[in-house]
């Protein structure tokens, strides 16, 4: 069965601190990784979209790794702020068709 | 318009109620997705148009649920009978090429609460 893991559930972290969220894939085959953030209320805004061929890519103060071999997927946070307070969603895209399979989402709060 | 826009916000509807969510994606797009989101859970696929052609209505849980697009921009998601099971944000997504492998744009969604 395709499958997206993240980890962890939820986060609590201090203003400034940086974090790395974890997510686990057995979708096949692979087309493609997505990070998604989403605020409370609102839709998923992009992050990052990973094809197989790329290991690393940044946007601002996030990037996101991914090891195609191992199936694993990082998004590292580095100085948060609390506007960073959101879920953040791992997606994969399965070769060959148009589906998405969403991860549950790590939820991310940042405090003073 | 310059994203995806949704409506109603927010609907509550009586179980065995009609409802009818509106998508306006983003002009141009060929791509049309609806998800159902739970609370607390990732999306989950409905179904998918290219232009005005439903391609995928696998994800659509019961024949309570219609989708459209006749005139390949603004779709609407109608859930016929509504159960409290239905109960979820429902998201709409635009993107500008044919399938996913392009950027998707989601909406805010509509938050349906059936009584």
């Known amino acids: 069965k395709n499958q997206v893991e993240q980890s962890p559930q939820s986060l609590i972290i201090l203003e400034g601190k940086n974090c790395t969220l974890q997510c686990n894939y057995t979708v096949s085959p692979f087309s493609n990784l997505r990070w998604y953030k989403q605020d409370t209320g609102r839709g998923p805004v992009s992050l990052t979209i990973?094809?197989?061929?790329?290991n690393t890519k940044s946007n601002g103060r996030y990037t996101a790794t991914l090891d195609a071999d191992t199936k694993q997927s990082s998004l590292h946070i580095t100085a948060s702020q609390l506007s960073d307070s959101a879920s953040y969603i791992c997606v994969v895209e399965r070769g060959g068709g148009n589906k998405l399979t969403f991860g549950t989402g790590t939820q991310l709060k940042v405090e003073l | 318009g310059a994203g995806v826009s949704q409506s109603p916000r927010y609907k509550v509807a009586k179980r065995g109620q009609d409802v009818a969510l509106r998508c306006d994606p983003i002009?141009?797009?060929?791509?049309l997705f609806w998800y159902q989101q739970a609370l607390g859970q990732g999306p989950e696929f409905l179904t998918y148009f290219q232009n005005e052609a439903q391609l995928d209505k696998s994800g659509l849980p019961s024949d309570r649920f219609f989708a459209e697009r006749p005139e390949g921009s603004v779709s609407t998601l109608k859930i016929q009978r509504t159960q409290q099971e239905d109960s979820a944000v429902y998201l709409c997504a635009s993107s500008r090429l044919a399938a996913n492998t392009g950027e998707l744009f989601f909406g805010e969604g509509s938050r349906l609460t059936v009584l």
């Open positions: 990973m094809t197989f061929s790329e």
């Open positions: 002009s141009g797009h060929v791509s």
